[in-house]
């Protein structure tokens, strides 16, 4: 046998041990534990792998995470969305959350293994990634942001993803199996247990580990894209002015310089220069107009199967980035 008997997970206490780590209730069945642990590397029988369970998990993490983003967000440039998505439910991501749980490896697959351990058919040293996990070459014309978003995954990648009989009986890295484990078990709760209890487990495990969004800007022009978004939006051409300064004419002066719309204050930043600190103070005001958050939010997900709803409130759809 490929991987262990479905009946054998019953005796399981590594199993057993995982479903209480994870604080899942007794009523999820121990046999659809053991078997998001079979990744199809290792058996490629769909009805035994966890193929399936791990493409509806996938969908459900993007999901989820995609309407989190955007809906307390609703101001983040799609660069930053695919970055903070990868963040949160990307395949490292995934794979670090599975080490946490305490995730251990079996050698080797086959039907004496304990089921309480992630099973796949490892690289031997020195062989190369397959080519269903190889990075592809870059296309030669020019991306769009919209070719992008409607042609690349959730992450804004331009590898497909593998598919499960591309992966079959072929050797993967520790990644691929315990990234795969960690969407089936995700499919698999949702598909026992409800979309309630997966919303639960997806905040305790996954949104409530700290992103600082942030540090994921970069910008180049900060202050022409300033410049642009204030005469987008109606406001008054911004100006930059000397608030504080430091020791001039020393060695490690600091200047505090402030951006000004009228008599309204953007954002403030401090350099050694007087060009460093209005660059970053620019950066400083768009982060500001990127990153606002609206009081109250009510995303998509929580009204599925509400019969009441007048608790729905529409969320704020942006105009979206500046383009320069």
């Given at each position: 046998?490929p991987?262990?008997?479905?009946y054998e ?6 199993l057993s ?5 994870l ?5 999820f069945?121990?046999q659809t ?13 769909p009805a035994f792998n966890n193929?399936?369970?791990?493409i509806?998990?996938g969908?459900l993490?993007?999901?989820y995470?995609?309407?989190h ?7 983040l440039?799609?660069?930053v ?12 991501a995934?794979?670090i959350?599975a080490s946490?749980?305490?995730?251990e490896?079996?050698a080797e697959p086959g ?12 690289l031997k040293?020195?062989?190369g990634?397959?080519a269903?996990?190889?990075k592809?070459?870059p296309w030669?014309?020019n991306v769009?942001?919209?070719h992008?978003?409607?042609a690349?995954?959730?992450f804004?990648s ?6 499960p ?5 072929v050797p993967?890295p520790m990644e691929?199996a315990?990234?795969?484990?960690v969407?089936a078990?995700v ?6 247990l409800g979309a ?7 905040k305790?495990h996954?949104l409530?580990r700290?992103?600082?969004i ?5 910008f180049r022009?900060?202050?022409?894209d300033?410049?642009?978004l204030c ?11 000397l608030?504080?300064?430091?020791g001039?004419l ?7 310089v402030?951006?000004?719309?009228g008599?309204?204050?953007?954002g403030?930043?401090?350099g050694?220069s007087?060009e460093e600190a ?5 950066a400083a005001?768009l982060k ?5 958050r609206p009081?109250?939010?009510?995303v998509?997900?929580s009204?599925?199967?509400?019969l009441?709803?007048t608790k729905w ?6 105009c979206?980035?500046v383009i320069v």
């Amino acid at each position: 046998m490929p991987s262990p008997h479905p009946y054998e997970a019953n005796q399981s206490i590594k199993l057993s041990a995982l479903r209480a780590r994870l604080s899942l209730p007794q009523r999820f069945p121990l046999q659809t534990l053991a078997r998001t642990l079979v990744h199809p590397s290792a058996d490629p029988d769909p009805a035994f792998n966890n193929a399936s369970l791990s493409i509806l998990g996938g969908n459900l993490l993007s999901y989820y995470t995609s309407e989190h983003l955007l809906c307390n967000y609703p101001r983040l440039p799609i660069e930053v969305v695919f970055a903070a998505t990868e963040a949160y439910v990307g395949p490292r991501a995934l794979a670090i959350v599975a080490s946490e749980w305490g995730i251990e490896a079996a050698a080797e697959p086959g039907g004496e293994v304990e089921p309480g351990l992630l099973q796949f058919k490892r690289l031997k040293p020195g062989e190369g990634i397959p080519a269903a996990l190889r990075k592809q070459v870059p296309w030669k014309w020019n991306v769009t942001q919209t070719h992008r978003i409607v042609a690349t995954d959730e992450f804004g990648s331009r590898n497909a993803p593998p598919t499960p009989q591309s992966l079959a009986n072929v050797p993967v890295p520790m990644e691929e199996a315990a990234q795969s484990f960690v969407r089936a078990l995700v499919g698999s709760l949702h598909l026992h247990l409800g979309a309630p209890l997966v919303k639960r487990f997806f905040k305790s495990h996954f949104l409530s580990r700290h992103l600082e969004i942030s540090d994921m800007f970069d910008f180049r022009t900060p202050t022409r894209d300033l410049s642009r978004l204030c005469a987008r939006e109606g406001f008054e051409a911004p100006v930059a002015r000397l608030i504080s300064e430091t020791g001039r004419l020393s060695r490690h002066p600091v200047f505090v310089v402030g951006i000004y719309s009228g008599k309204d204050k953007l954002g403030e930043g401090a350099g050694a220069s007087l060009e460093e600190a209005r660059f970053r103070a620019a950066a400083a005001s768009l982060k500001a107009w990127y990153l606002y958050r609206p009081l109250d939010v009510t995303v998509p997900s929580s009204m599925e199967g509400e019969l009441d709803t007048t608790k729905w409130k529409p969320n704020m759809i942006d105009c979206g980035e500046v383009i320069v």
